[in-house]
């Protein structure tokens, strides 16, 4: 067997048999190189071990329903005492409604909002009014004319010969209104029925519109009045000064059907001392 000789510092000389360095240099575990390499592929194998937990968790908290922020912080200002922001929601503007260039309808222009609807309901009641003056002279009218082509004497002949046979021709047909002839005013039996019959049927059109419109105007107040937050001053509430003096204060309440004749009553009384 051959032998590796070695000295040491005391010159002494020790033998080990070349077969053992040679084993201990095969060993791949004892080879630095292989340690470090051996390392390196553990901590590639940790890391990516590492990352497909931290993948399986991410998935896994997505898939589950997230924690409700905006909810936490609703509670969170109630019990506070915070008071929420006022509404910035826009609602669309009706075509009865009329406002100035720039006015919105939203919390934020209630005042402007409530005079306008006010006065809104105020000129088509006004108008309504009005119109149904009108359509009373109207149907007056119409039932003159028809009485004034069906009217009958107990005279008879007390009009001549022609008049008489007029009268028998109108009788023998059931009425004057199909026949010509005159009014006392100097218009057509039939010319003035259909003019007067004309004048009704427009006016009774206009109505049932500004029925219609009214009825938007209420349905209008009855499903934004509350959420809008308009008010209307329904008179005022008295209490004692310091040395028993009476202090009025206005007492507002919400538009409603009930309190909307307080705000036309309010806005005529104004129109009238700003003449």
């Keep these: 067997m051959a032998t590796l000789s070695l000295k040491n510092r005391s010159t002494s000389v020790h033998t080990v048999p070349i077969e053992e360095w040679y ?27 590492e990352i497909q937990l ?15 922020v905006k909810a936490f912080l609703k509670t969170a200002a109630v019990l506070a005492n915070v008071e929420a922001a006022p509404s910035v929601k826009v609602y669309p503007c009706p075509a009865w409604l009329t406002l100035k260039n720039g006015v919105l309808i939203n919390r934020a222009n209630a005042f402007s909002v409530t005079a306008g609807v006010i006065k809104a309901a105020r000129q088509v009641i006004d108008a309504i009014t009005y119109t149904q003056r ?11 004319q028809e009485l004034r ?14 008049i008489t046979k007029l009268g ?43 029925e219609r419109i009214l009825a938007e105007i209420f349905t209008w107040i009855e ?7 308009l008010k209307v001053e329904t008179g005022y509430t008295v209490k004692l000064g310091p040395i028993g003096n009476e202090i009025r204060s206005a007492r507002m309440e919400l538009l ?19 003449r």
Excluded: W
């Excluded at 240099?25 to 190189?33: F, G, H, K, Y």
């Excluded at 082509?149 to 022609?162: L, N």
């Excluded at 499903?223 to 937050?229: F, P, T, V, Y």
């Design 54 to 68: 931290e993948n399986k968790m991410t998935t896994t908290t997505t898939a589950k329903k997230g924690f409700d």
């Design 256 to 274: 409603t059907l009930d309190t909307l004749q307080y705000g036309i009553a309010a806005q005529r009384e104004f129109i009238r001392n700003a």
């Design 168 to 210: 028998q021709d109108l009788a023998f047909k059931g009425g004057a209104l199909d026949a010509p002839g005159f009014n006392p005013d100097g218009n057509e039996f039939t010319a003035a029925c259909d003019e007067a019959a004309a004048e009704v049927d427009k006016l009774e059109a206009v109505l049932a519109n500004g």
């Design 23 to 49: 084993e201990e240099l095969a060993d791949e575990a004892a080879n630095p190189e292989y340690i470090l390499m051996q390392e390196q592929e553990d901590e590639l194998i940790e890391t990516h071990n």
């Design 149 to 162: 082509a069906t009217r009958v004497t107990a005279e008879t002949h007390s009009f001549g010969p022609a």
């Design 223 to 229: 499903d934004n009045a509350a959420d809008l937050e």
């Design 134 to 144: 009108q359509y009373e002279v109207a149907t007056e009218n119409l039932l003159v």
